[in-house]
């Protein structure tokens, strides 16, 4: 789950319901395969699909996980009946997102030893991200899903902003510094020295 936030910031409910053999399309079998997460927009908060391909190593983690861990989540009754959610609960249901994100939070709080709140995962990308990258807020628009791009300025123009003037101040002192360097006079050389 940690993974899948990092790597693509969803919101808490389409990530608490991904169904595997709904929602992770694989291109074919094998661990060459590619691997999207498809979530159509009836599931979505605003609407719009949500595709894109998960980097390999999220796939591998991902394999990991199905392959050794997620069926010891269920009891033995419930296993193999119904959707095959990602992160299930002990009859094989899909964990609620609260459910989900009190797990998720619990473990970064152990982990990193601070208070952790599951939507931290959308502002934290975000904010890295156009820290790295000034100017691009609509490719996080496009990531956080936010159908209206105002939306997106209203809640991270600040790093932009902030980034905006601290390009523009190493602008000045370079040009402040270029003017307060002394400048060498050039050599003249005399017309009877030898060269």
């Known amino acids: 789950a940690v993974e899948l936030e990092i790597m693509c910031p969803i919101r808490l409910q389409n990530l608490s319901e991904i169904d595997v053999d709904r929602d992770l399309v694989r291109s074919h079998s094998g661990r060459k395969a590619s691997v999207n997460l498809f979530i159509p927009g009836e599931r979505t908060k605003n609407g719009e699909d ?12 991902i394999d990991l996980y199905l392959s050794k861990y997620r069926n010891q989540l269920i009891h033995p009754e419930h296993r193999g009946k119904g959707p095959m959610y990602l ?15 009190a797990a998720i939070c619990t473990d970064m709080e152990r982990e990193l030893g601070t208070k952790f709140n599951i939507h931290l995962f959308r502002h934290l990308g975000c904010f890295l991200y156009l820290k790295s990258h000034p100017g691009q807020i609509d490719v996080m628009r496009r990531v956080l899903g936010h159908r209206d791009g ?19 101040d190493e602008h000045v002192l370079r040009i402040r510094g270029d003017a307060l360097r002394p400048r060498r006079k050039p050599v003249a050389i005399r017309k009877d020295s030898k060269q």
């Open 87 to 101: 992160f299930p609960r002990s009859d094989g249901t899909a964990k609620t997102g609260k459910n989900l994100a």
């Open 150 to 168: 105002n939306t997106t300025r209203r809640f991270y123009a600040f790093v932009e902003q902030s980034d905006a003037f601290g390009l523009f």
């Open 50 to 61: 949500i595709e894109l391909e998960l980097p390999k190593q999220s796939v591998a983690l």
